[in-house]
């Protein structure tokens, strides 16, 4: 039995297989043709040796097994994002993929790769995915990472590598896209307040301080989600200086990020029980590597623990519409009671002001919301002159300690003395 290729180009008969000296009835596994053959010819030689007889073919039977074909089909479906991606932002790329066959696959397997400019391998991964049938098309979805990449970047992928499954053809099982990593070399922004507010340099606050830190980073794609973005340290008044632990201290909490925002929030509370000047320096990073600014966020601040209260000035003073409040808080705690009475030169009260309305009052330099604009109690408007004022303020009914500054010679007997001017 001889088995012919014929040749596609050539046209011409080659020889593929041939065996001798078999029985008429045996089965012979021919190896398959290759892809440079259309057709094949088979051809056999019968000799009756014994009886010098010409010999009669019965039966010729010729068995085959079709094996199944496997293709991406862009042509079909395919859905490649735009070619150049925000570092951190997922590469989600989809092609088809077909059987055109009448063969059912088994399982199917693609490699994928991402190599960078220089032909280094930064992504490689293997997928099985379910069989395919005959006459069938799937969808493969990838979604990749890009933190880890940058600048030009090149997408491979192969169906059914190496030919882990006989099919038949290999040329249409590869794929690859080009696509760029546009790098994140912003840095991040911090924001930090004491008490729900931003502080100057060695202003005085609460011993007892709320304060909140706040990292946003410009990239919408790689969450500020893990502590390590953040380095904290506390100088305290005698020189010592500690590192806060997030993992070691109950006095901080952390909040990461959501996306698209990209803001991560600290919460630090301590308890700073020294009088003095603090320093409170922060650095961080973004998951970029990108680092606050070169010298990070550092200020100092002061802390005096006993709860005082300075003179209530008002400014400005002479006033001809309104004026607001000026004065000093020490310690901890806001006054539960605070009350402000304004009276003749005479010493009838024309103006009650509660702490209601004098609004947000907090540990360290206040300058009231509200202002008064020269009206009584019963909203008339005064006549121009001077006027006496005094403040009451209480913490759990007792009276709070007086603060002494240069303005307390403006003051004679807890009274302090204002202009109405029109």
């Known amino acids: 039995v001889s088995l012919f290729g014929i040749?596609?180009?050539?046209?011409?008969?080659?020889?593929?297989?041939?065996?001798?000296?078999?029985?008429?009835?045996?089965?012979?596994?021919?190896?398959?043709?290759?892809?440079?053959?259309?057709?094949?010819?088979?051809?056999?030689?019968?000799?009756?040796?014994?009886?010098?007889?010409?010999?009669?073919?019965?039966?010729?039977?010729?068995?085959?097994?079709?094996?199944?074909?496997?293709?991406?089909?862009?042509?079909?479906?395919?859905?490649?994002?735009?070619?150049?991606?925000?570092?951190?932002?997922?590469?989600q790329f989809e092609i088809a993929y077909v059987n055109p066959s009448s063969a059912n696959s088994d399982s199917v397997r693609i490699d994928y790769r991402v190599e960078d400019a220089n032909g280094l391998s930064r992504i490689a991964e293997s997928l099985t995915l379910a069989r395919l049938d005959s006459f069938s098309i799937d969808t493969l979805r990838l979604s990749l990472p890009t933190s880890s990449l940058s600048g030009k970047n090149r997408l491979y992928l192969e169906l059914n590598p190496r030919q882990a499954q006989k099919e038949q053809y290999s040329f249409n099982n590869k794929a690859d896209y080009n696509f760029w990593v546009r790098s994140d070399h912003l840095n991040p922004q911090m924001d930090v307040t004491f008490d729900g507010r931003r502080i100057m340099n060695r202003e005085l606050v609460s011993a007892k301080p709320e304060i909140v830190m706040q990292l946003q980073d410009d990239n919408q794609f790689l969450a500020l989600d893990d502590t390590s973005s953040f380095t904290i340290y506390l100088r305290r008044p005698n020189g010592s200086e500690e590192l806060v632990n997030f993992s070691q201290n109950d006095r901080i909490s952390f909040t990461p990020a959501t996306l698209p925002s990209n803001k991560a929030r600290v919460l630090y509370q301590p308890e700073l029980t020294e009088d003095g000047i603090y320093q409170l320096r922060i650095s961080a990073r973004d998951k970029s590597g990108n680092e606050l600014g070169k010298q990070g966020y550092a200020i100092e601040f002061e802390v005096i623990n006993r709860s005082t209260v300075s003179y209530l000035m008002n400014y400005p003073n002479p006033f001809s519409t309104s004026t607001r409040f000026v004065f000093t808080l020490t310690g901890s705690r806001i006054p539960d009671q605070i009350q402000i009475q304004i009276m003749t030169i005479t010493g009838k009260v024309v103006k009650h002001i509660d702490q209601f309305e004098l609004g947000p009052i907090h540990i360290g330099k206040n300058l009231t919301e509200y202002a008064w604009d020269g009206k009584d109690d019963f909203g008339d408007q005064l006549a121009n002159g001077v006027y006496l004022y005094r403040v009451k303020m209480k913490i759990d009914g007792g009276n709070i300690e007086h603060r002494s500054t240069e303005a307390d010679k403006y003051f004679t007997k807890d009274f302090g003395k204002m202009y109405l001017l029109r």
């Open 7 to 91: 040749n596609r180009t050539t046209q011409a008969d080659e020889l593929l297989f041939q065996s001798v000296n078999h029985a008429p009835d045996s089965v012979y596994d021919v190896p398959a043709g290759t892809d440079q053959y259309d057709e094949l010819r088979m051809v056999v030689r019968l000799e009756d040796q014994l009886n010098q007889t010409p010999p009669q073919l019965e039966f010729w039977q010729l068995y085959y097994q079709i094996y199944p074909e496997l293709a991406f089909a862009p042509n079909i479906y395919a859905n490649v994002p735009l070619d150049t991606l925000q570092k951190g932002q997922d590469l």
